[in-house]
Each structure stands twice: as C-alpha cells, then as structure tokens.
C-alpha cells in the first residue's frame, strides 16, 4: 500500500487499483469555479451533450448531480424558485438526454432549496417542503429518461464522531418521499468529516438507522485535512462497519481539486496527477466504487467541444488517460 506513483507509465506494475468511474456534476459553481462557472452559464444543449459523452468516453457511468437549485434560482421550470439564466433553457433535459445515449446512470441532488449551510438548512422546515415538492416535480418532468437512475441528499453531513440525529431526520424523510416517486432508484449521501468517523457499533446502529443505499465518504485529501497516506485506515474502518451493517454500499468520493490559495477561500484548480494516482490507490482496496469531486473543471479532454476550467485540466486529463491505457494494457 502507498507506493508512491511518480509518473503515470510506472501503473501498469501496480494492481487492484479502480479506476475513476463516477463523478459529481453540476451546472454552476459560482463560489469554486472561477476557471468554469462561466463557460458553463455559455454551454449550449449541444455542449452540454458533448461533454457528457466526453466523461463517458473516460469510463465514468455514473453521475451525481449536486444541485437542481442554487442561490434561490433553479435549474429546471419550478414554482419553487425563479430559473437561471442560462444559454441552455434546460441543462437537466440537455444532460439526461445524452447521458440515455451514453448509457450514463445520473443521481439526482435534492438541493439546494435553503442557505448553503448545511447545519442550519437541514433543520429548516421551509427548505424540507422544498426539497420535498422538488423531488415530486424533478420526478415528473424527468423521471422518463432511462439515466434517471437515483436521488442524492445534498446537504452534507459532517460525521464528528457520529451523524447528528437531526440530519438522520432529514436523510429518512426525504428517502421516504423518493422511495414513494420512484421506488427503484438507489438513494445516495456523501459526508466529510471520513478522518473522525468513530466506525464502532454505535456507528453501525446509524447506518441501519438511515435510509440510503450508497455513502460516498469524502477522502478530504483536496481540502488539506487528510493525506493519502492516512486514507487507507480510515477507509478500512468503514468497510468493516459496513460489511457488519450490510446494508449501503461503500464508495469513495476523492477529491481530484487542489485550492489556488487559502482552503474554502480560493478558487479549485486540478491536482497533479501523481497525488491523485496516490489517493486512488489507497482508498481503493476498501470500497466498492470511486467517483471523483469531480470531473467538470478540473480534467477536460484536449480539444473538447465543451471546454471549462483552467489549462492545468486537459493536463490532469491526459496523465489519467495514459495511466489508465497502462492499466488497460
């Protein structure tokens, strides 16, 4: 474990490291994306398309959108909110219609319908009622599409050394709605807080006690609170917890970001790849899948149709291509 990787072509020696395969997605980030909150206000349904079959082309399936809401605006015609004003009318209809084409599964994020701030939001009652009639209107509106695949609860929970009953609360009220709508759809959460997760039996009680079917730790590497060389025990805790819980799969959420400056002040930029090689490597003997926070902005293929984000990610891009032909080969 935790060989360092110093260039993508030495992978080929290395085994049993998944490859990236899932990632989070959204159609703006104003307070993280200054190298492509913009671009992306500009795509076209047609760019929208171009880069979901892009992500596709990489081996990525699965998509978790995070927000259907954003800053009291919404993405989709609601009586909630008020829409963005984007170059494309409908970005949801433009990115799930592509994704049917892809064979590209998209988790479907129930916010954000209150204030960006996850510890108030989740007790709000005005901010359930609208997550709650969210779901019922994303349901009808695109619930046809084949890549409607499953919901995601975006209002993270930080685990210090346990969930907060109140954000149980607010994970179980919603599933119970969702699980009503569309009784198939898998139901996802993606916490932080993965390097204080206390992975005992009190922990296991909450596991059975929530209403979901995939957890997505964050391995906070991006954010500057863990190294890729303390993933692996954290990681190895919560595969024991849950395989006694036996009950929500266990994914990785690895942050493929670096920050320009200051953590939470600054805007993301892609990591270099031999970092990422790094976290790949250490969470992976322990979940089940890998999605990354996240593709858009942070790797764009060379030439892309539909380009967001710094130089710096057709750059992570590239190093991950070639890794991954090497692991192929």
Known sequence: MNRAISDPNTASALSGIK??????????????????????????????QAKIKEMAEIGIDTLVLTATAR??????????????????????????????????????????????????????????KRRLQSLGELAARYGHHASFHGWYWPDEARIDPYYRPEYITYVNELSK????????????????????????????????????????????????KSTPAETPAFYEGLRKAHDRAQKAKLWADVEVFDYEGPVYHSALVPAKFERVARQLESVSPFVDKIMVFLYLGMMNKPGSAAFAGSPASTRLYTSYQNWLNTQKG
């Open 19 to 48: 490859p990236i395969t899932g990632s989070a997605f959204g159609f703006q980030s104003t307070e993280e994306g200054l190298d492509w909150s913009l671009a992306c206000a500009r795509f076209t349904a047609a760019q929208w």
């Open 177 to 224: 709605e969702a699980r009503r709508l569309t009784p198939n759809s898998p139901i996802l959460i993606a916490p932080y807080g993965t390097r204080l997760v206390k992975a005992d039996d009190s922990y296991v009680k909450q596991l059975d006690a929530m209403d979901v079917d995939i957890v997505a730790y964050q391995d906070e590497v991006g954010v500057r």
């Open 71 to 128: 800053y009291y605006r919404a993405f989709f015609d609601t009586s909630i909110f008020p829409k963005w004003q984007l170059a494309c009318d409908d970005p949801l209809e433009a990115a799930l219609s592509a994704a049917d084409r892809c064979k590209v599964k998209f988790f479907m994020g129930a916010g954000f319908y209150g204030l960006l701030d996850d510890e108030k939001t989740i007790s709000d009652p005005a901010a359930q």
